[in-house]
Nanobody, 121 residues
Framework: QVQLVESGGGLVQAGGSLRLSCAAS????????MNWYRQAPGKQRELVAG???????NYADSVKGRFTISRDSGKNTVYLQMNSLKPEDTGIYYC???????????????WGQGTQVTVSS
């Protein structure tokens, strides 16, 4: 089976920083994309940042210039460096990955359990 595990969430003051990590493990043949989503209280889940194998990166407009997504292919891990955090960034952050499994080579979308990020004023 394939598993995604997030870590690095917590409580910070506005203007502070956090670094989230997501590690994929299991019967993985290849990873096509890794993404970060978040869900704020009372709102729907939204895409925060994503990165694909060829290096293409996208960010939500609300986090451009403050967040940076990166990937360590050797460790099957994706990171989200979050700087200049605002109270509006508060929410549960979820790792999502498009993974081709071994040996079936079937491609599927997987989700982590989420990690809480709280930014206080």
């Amino acid at each position: 089976q394939v598993q995604l595990v997030e870590s690095g969430g917590g409580l910070v003051q506005a203007g502070g920083s956090l670094r989230l990590s997501c590690a994929a493990s299991g019967s993985i043949f290849s990873i096509s994309a890794m993404n970060w989503y978040r869900q704020a209280p009372g709102k729907q889940r939204e895409l925060v940042a994503g990165i694909i194998t060829d290096g293409r990166i996208n960010y939500a407009d609300s986090v451009k210039g403050r967040f940076t997504i990166s990937r360590d292919s050797g460790k099957n891990t994706v990171y989200l460096q979050m700087n200049s955090l605002k109270p509006e960034d508060t929410g549960i952050y979820y790792c999502n990955s498009i993974i081709r499994r071994s040996p079936s080579l079937v491609e599927f979308s997987y989700w982590g359990q989420g990690t809480q990020v709280t930014v206080s004023s």
